[in-house]
């Protein structure tokens, strides 16, 4: 079972930065693809970027080029480096792990508000 412990979310004004980081504990075996997913009120979840173990990285179009996501697949962290927020962009932010063969796990949240 794996538990994802996120921080770093918070109240930032537009064209503002904030760094997400979201640690992983509780399994011995490695994970696959780390992402982070927000949903904003009303909105369905969408995915905001993606990393597997290997490294290889996707985005969602309305954040390529301002977000970056990273990882360390040794300590089972991953980050995503927000820059260049709109309100938009405002929306709570959940990590989420996946590991083939034995499931996927949510962490519990971060609220990312961006005023204008």
């Known amino acids: 079972q794996v538990q994802l412990v996120e921080s770093g979310g918070g109240l930032v004004q537009a064209g503002g930065s904030l760094r997400l980081s979201c640690a992983a504990s509780?399994?011995?075996?490695?994970?696959?693809?780390m992402d982070w997913y927000r949903q904003a009120p009303g909105k369905q979840r969408e995915l905001v970027a993606r990393?597997?173990?290997?490294?290889?990285?996707n985005y969602a179009d309305s954040v390529k080029g301002r977000f970056t996501i990273s990882r360390d697949s040794v300590k089972n962290t991953v980050w995503l480096r927000m820059n260049r927020l709109k309100p938009e962009d405002t929306a709570v932010y959940y990590c989420?792990?996946?590991?083939?063969?034995?499931?996927?796990?949510w962490g519990q949240g971060t609220q990312v508000t961006v005023s204008s």
């Open positions: 509780g399994s011995r075996f490695s994970i696959d693809t």
């Open positions: 990393i597997t173990k290997d490294g290889i990285t």
């Open positions: 989420h792990a996946f590991q083939v063969s034995r499931g996927d796990y």
